[in-house]
């Protein structure tokens, strides 16, 4: 209740200032993000600075990190704005005319799947609208959302808050990446090779894959992990010449073509799972928004089937 007394104690403008700065973290980012000079949002952060009785940014390094005070207001005041924007909205978003930028997190997987049909796409049918797209763990993407640093993501959401919606995009499934000459001559991989050699496993601050090691769980099973990495780029190239196995989204594999390489299905069962978009539901009257989540969808195209 305190929180919401302050906010209500500064003009709309100031708190407009406040999210960019908590967001930017760099005086100079945030004037720029708001077409604002400099010294404007410098005087702004000094008059939010007396109301709210705190530094709320201190400057560490070449930057400004945000107090307790101010990661405190940060997810009230998100949700302030986006109630205030929303009201202000236009029924009817026009995307030819619209100026707005959105913040998205996905994985360079789901990148390589949507960001060049999605670029592609708004530069014809959008020009002004700008993207920030923003590599993040599972449980990275649905706090960004909930605390109202994230517009959209896009992944694997097993196990949503009440205040998250989604909408799947598609069905995905797993498949192997191996070097072709480590196979047999008929091409197969079975289970005990599977568990014999070692693993490439891609992961992002310790979130993993879940669905292959609950997969390998159920069967009472481990595999032996030997390269742990968060870059997808660079997994495929870990393969060739090795007795390495990478086991991910199909979809992923979809640009690799190389002769020294070949995707085979799994020696075990791993569940299928939704790849889907998420917002937050105080977000849904957002027509803006909405729009981008359909221009997501619209972009994605079925996969050709994977194998030799």
């Known amino acids: 209740m305190q929180l919401m007394n302050d906010l209500r104690r500064i003009d709309l403008n100031l708190l407009v200032i406040l999210e960019a700065l908590l967001t930017e973290q760099h005086v100079t980012r945030a004037a720029a993000r708001l077409h604002l000079s400099q010294p404007a949002v410098s005087h702004a952060l000094a008059r939010l600075r007396d109301v709210l009785g705190d530094p709320l940014l201190v400057r ?16 009230p005041l998100a949700e302030a704005l986006a109630h205030v924007r929303a009201l202000l909205a236009p029924n009817r978003f026009d995307p030819a005319s619209a100026k707005r930028r959105f913040r998205v997190a996905m994985s360079d997987y789901s990148a ?32 960004g959302i909930l605390n109202g640093d994230l517009d959209l993501a896009a992944g694997v959401f097993p196990d949503t808050p009440a205040e998250l919606r989604t909408t799947s995009l598609f069905e995905e499934h797993y498949t ?29 601050r310790g979130s993993g894959t879940p669905e292959i090691e609950r997969a390998l769980t159920a069967i009472r099973e481990r595999r032996h992990v030997a390269v742990s990495l968060p870059h997808w780029g660079v997994a495929p190239q870990l393969i060739q010449g090795t007795d390495l196995i990478l086991t991910v989204s199909s979809r992923g594999l979809l640009n690799i073509d190389h002769p020294h390489l070949v995707a085979v299905p799994p020696p075990f069962h791993i569940p299928s799972f939704a790849f889907e978009l998420a917002w937050h539901a105080r977000r849904g009257g957002d027509s803006g928004l909405q729009w981008l989540a359909g221009r997501v969808q619209a972009v994605w195209v079925e996969p050709p089937s994977t194998g030799t």
């Open 176 to 204: 192997c990446l191996v070097d072709r000459s480590s196979l047999p001559p008929d091409g197969s991989l079975d289970l005990a090779t599977y568990l014999s050699r070692p693993h490439v496993l891609l992961e992002m």
């Open 60 to 75: 560490q390094g070449g930057g400004l990190v945000p107090t307790a005070r101010a990661l405190e207001l940060a997810s």
């Open 112 to 143: 390589a799947i949507f960001l060049p049909g999605l670029v592609r796409m708004l530069r014809h049918e959008a020009p002004g609208i700008d993207l920030q797209i923003i590599q993040a763990s599972r449980e990275g993407m649905v706090d």
